[in-house]
């Protein structure tokens, strides 16, 4: 008994001896860190981020989703490419000039680039990427962006030139797609490039470069020491696939990943505790992307702008983003990227108003004359079926919402949910809808041709709700052939202005994203373009380091 | 019996014809193709570069055409490259096997190693305090959704108590460590999903022996053996539960696809590299080649599984003979 009891005497005091010296221990080294120079350097220090799925296929012109064309933008370089403020700037082009007449842009060219594997990087790969693309044999999904190149002249080992047969505005940004090694895939065709171990074993000349890929495992990159601009100060880049956002939502707290994107819901209320915001540090700006209803055109139901509008006034959009997004989105009036030169503050608003709404009804003749608490016209009763894909919860959740709103005015609506390739094939391609819910991506440059002009109103195009209107196709095709950023501002203003008062489609709302950062890394500034765009000058003082190598 | 046996594999091979036929036919009345799922709304990409796309994966041949080329193809054992990242079927097969395998293959000596003695006893014991809480035990565990007890087991254990990781298979500086730790890193991956998958696999097994069991205990031959006096024990292990097990060796048998086949949800869960999760990502993809590599597979050894536990059958069953 005595024995024993010493022997806990014992242990205990060990435990206060020990704690103790770790408290002073503890005290030294928050001393150290204190004097520790916070200021960017190289550590050998990891970054672990969340994705929800792998990367398919590492080569930029052939990388159509997310995971893919994400690692290609940190191994590859463009010749241009985006800056914080989604403005273009060089990058592998130190430089460009573009002809009076518009069709000719020469670029200089960086000589000081190497590929990874030790190349020099010239003019000859800016020529090889760009055919590749532009032969049809290789069926490249992108090539239509390409399509008015006419020619591509090597001037010198730097200096380059690309002949387009019109004025393509949006040529500069399209043209800071990746550029891959000629010595590495010449000769290659079709096939043979999708199999090349080069697709999975990429060789770029970007700051990091491929160490070790495990399918839907992980992806490690290594630093590419030798970046032209600088070597990245974080050591090696890694992406965890999880493909569970809860998932990954523990892996975050117990320190398994450093990073993840949000969902509304985890950054409202699961991580508004001081432990939370002690490790992390939560940003939030637009995505670019919008969620939108759409309606067919060509239905008499919806031919009168009046009717369309009614629908919108109908909707409260304020509610509508609490509801769905936690209050985390913003409300869209049009189909530009919010805060950019195209997108329109002045545009005719639709704040919910129901009175209103119902009062543009019946001015387009839609009156409850049998009283059966819906709307009819010439004895058609007011009520046409609202269409969304499965599996976005958001999308089925407006559509619920959105049901309600119009009861409320008189309208009957149903809402059916389909299985998202049946719902394009069956439904959007064969423009076989009433009205339906869905979101558009938006690209950076402000050209919106693929989805509203009348052209792209033809088969397969994405202009399904047959959108037509010949000044918005004279204003789009203005704004793709001048390179006069005031003159495409105007345009693309005008456009917001007419596409908001005809409510073609009620734009709902933009969506946050919602990223969540480990607060070791510093240098994060978030801006327009997200928070990766300098991930080369991301870095982690010393003191902080988590893994080593 | 070996002509049995040769008899049989021979008769296999209409049956994978038939099996990949349909599947191919299902994978393509089902609207859409690989294009439309991956371009479908994408404004860059236009209908003229979809259409070469299809091309170049041989989509724009009649459907009878594709599947004899996949036919041909089959015979040398080539099962084609994916439509989504052009890797060789059986490249990607082969790197998510052995994960489902391990998995699964421990989960099944874990569910039998606890089934059979549970369902035995609760046999041997019916109506007892015993079988009434194994038995409650058992339909808890049948009844709990896999993906919400993993979830619960993830959150107490990895993340309260951080006893185990979260999820994952191995860490991804795995590269990094000596193989010894390499391998106790797997097996403190595997905790988790095993209890699981254990758990929730538990109670079918285990009624099957425990019904199986009580049917022959009511035998003649069983009541013969305690009227000469043998004792229980005797009785039960060496009598009884020879013949109580020939249904779970039909059900052995059945559980070899699904030791291939993975579980989407569950793998989805525990960001584990399996085959489920290949499986249900080439469907929802349109990725043909992966799909029906993964079809042909499963079936195989389906029917493989089929033959084997009819050939135990004959092993343990002296009534039984194959001529």
């Known amino acids: ?549 | 019996m070996i002509k049995y046996i040769l008899k049989r594999i021979s008769l296999m091979i209409p049956m994978l014809i038939g099996i990949s036929l349909l599947t191919l036919l299902i994978m393509h009345l089902s609207p859409g193709d690989p294009t439309s799922m991956r371009y479908g709304l994408n404004p860059e990409v236009s209908g003229s570069a979809r259409a070469q796309l299809q091309e170049l994966y041989g989509l724009d041949k009649p459907f009878l055409e594709q599947y004899i080329s996949w036919l041909k193809r089959i015979v040398t054992l080539d099962f084609g490259r994916s439509f989504v990242d052009n890797r060789p079927v059986i490249e990607k097969i082969g790197e998510r096997l052995p994960a489902t395998l391990l998995l699964q293959a421990s989960a099944l000596i874990l569910i039998f190693s606890i089934a059979m003695p549970v369902g035995v006893l609760s046999a041997v014991k019916k109506n007892s305090l015993f079988d009434k809480i194994t038995t409650f035990l058992v339909f808890i565990g049948f009844a709990t959704p896999t993906f919400w007890l993993a979830l619960l087991l993830m959150r107490v254990f990895a993340f309260e108590l951080e006893w185990f990781p979260v999820s994952g298979m191995s860490p991804w500086y795995a590269a990094y460590m000596t193989p010894f730790e390499r391998v106790r890193d797997i097996l403190w991956h595997l905790v988790l999903p095993l209890l699981t998958l254990a758990f929730t696999g538990l109670a079918s097994l285990s009624r099957y022996v425990r019904y199986s069991m009580l049917e022959v205990i009511k035998q003649d031959y069983i009541r013969t053996a305690r009227a000469k006096g043998l004792p229980d024990k005797k009785i039960i292990y060496k009598h009884a539960l020879k013949n109580a097990l020939l249904p779970v060796i039909t059900i052995l048998g059945m559980t070899l696809p699904a030791l291939i086949g993975g579980s989407f949800i569950f793998e989805t869960i525990f960001a584990w590299p399996g085959m489920g999760r290949l499986g249900y990502m080439s469907i929802m993809q349109y990725d043909y080649p992966v799909v029906m590599g993964v079809g042909i597979i499963s079936v195989f050894l389906t029917l493989v599984g089929i033959l084997i536990s009819d050939i135990l059958y004959a092993a343990v069953d002296p009534r039984i003979r194959y001529e």
């Not at chain 1, 191994?75 to 130190?94: C, H, Q, R, S």
């Not at chain 1, 409850?368 to 089925?396: A, C, H, M, W, Y």
């Not at chain 1, 619920?400 to 609506?413: A, L, N, P, S």
């Not at chain 1, 919106?448 to 095709?477: M, T």
């Open chain 1, 1 to 549: 008994m005595t024995i024993d009891f010493r022997k806990k005497m014992q242990k205990a005091l060990l435990i206060i001896g020990v704690s103790f010296l770790l408290f002073v221990t503890g005290l030294s080294f928050s001393i150290n860190k204190a004097f520790a120079k916070d200021e960017p350097q190289v550590t050998h220090d990891a970054y672990v981020s969340g994705a929800l799925s792998d990367a398919t296929i590492l080569i930029p012109f052939l990388a159509d989703d997310s995971a893919s064309s994400g690692i290609c933008g940190l191994v590859y370089n463009g010749l241009t490419k985006v800056d914080k403020d989604l403005k273009v700037v060089g990058e592998l082009a130190k430089d460009w000039r573009i002809s009076d007449d518009k069709l000719r842009i020469i670029f200089y060219l960086q000589d000081n680039v190497y590929w990874q594997d030790g190349v020099k990087f010239t003019a000859e790969d800016v020529k090889f990427t760009f055919e590749t693309i532009l032969n049809p044999d290789n069926a490249v999904p992108y090539i239509a962006s390409f399509q008015d190149i006419e020619s591509i002249n090597i001037i010198d080992d730097y200096t380059i030139e690309f002949i387009y047969s019109r004025p393509y505005a949006p040529a500069l940004l399209k043209l800071g797609m990746g550029i891959i090694p000629k010595h590495i895939f010449f000769g290659l065709k079709g096939q043979q490039i999708r199999n090349s171990k080069y697709a999975r074993d990429p060789i770029g000349t970007g700051p990091y470069r491929l160490d070790i890929w495990k399918t839907d495992e992980y992806i490690i990159l290594d630093s590419n020491k030798d970046y032209f601009e600088h070597e990245p100060y974080v050591s090696k880049y890694v992406e965890r696939i999880i493909p569970d956002q809860a998932v990954q939502f523990l892996e975050l707290i117990t320190g398994g990943i450093d990073s993840m994107g949000l969902s509304p819901y985890q950054y409202k209320y699961r991580t508004d505790t001081e432990k939370f915001n002690q490790r992390f540090n939560k940003y939030k700006y637009l995505a670019h992307q919008y969620t939108y209803i759409g309606y067919n055109l060509s239905d008499p139901m919806f031919a009168d702008k009046k009717v369309r509008q009614a629908l919108s006034y109908a909707i409260d959009k304020e509610a509508i983003i609490k509801g769905v997004l936690m209050g985390l989105g913003e409300e869209c009036t049009g189909p530009f990227i919010k805060d950019t030169y195209a997108y329109n503050e002045d545009v005719k608003r639709y704040p919910y108003n129901p009175d209103k709404a119902k009062e543009l009804l019946s001015l387009a003749g839609w009156k409850d004359t049998d009283n059966d608490g819906i709307l009819d016209k010439d004895g058609v009763p007011f009520s046409f079926k609202l269409i969304t894909n499965q599996g976005n919860k958001q999308r089925e959740d407006i559509a619920t919402i959105v049901q309600r709103y119009w009861q409320d005015i008189g309208i009957d609506v149903e809402v059916q949910t389909i299985a998202f390739v049946t719902f394009l094939k069956e439904f959007v391609d064969k423009r076989n809808f009433q009205a339906l819910i869905l979101g558009w991506t938006m690209p950076i440059d402000a050209d919106c041709y693929n989805v509203w002009h009348s052209n792209a109103a033809k088969d397969g195009g994405l202009n399904f709700i047959g959108y037509s209107n010949p000044e918005v196709d004279r204003l789009i095709e203005e704004g793709r052939s001048t390179y006069d950023i005031d003159r495409r501002a105007k345009c693309y203003k005008e456009i917001h202005a007419i596409l908001a008062e005809e409510q073609p489609y009620t734009f709902l709302y933009f969506p946050y994203s919602l990223p969540a950062v480990n607060k070791r890394f510093k240098g994060i500034v978030p801006a327009p373009a997200g928070i990766s765009y300098n991930f080369i000058d991301w870095y982690v003082p010393e003191s902080e380091q988590r893994y080593k190598f």
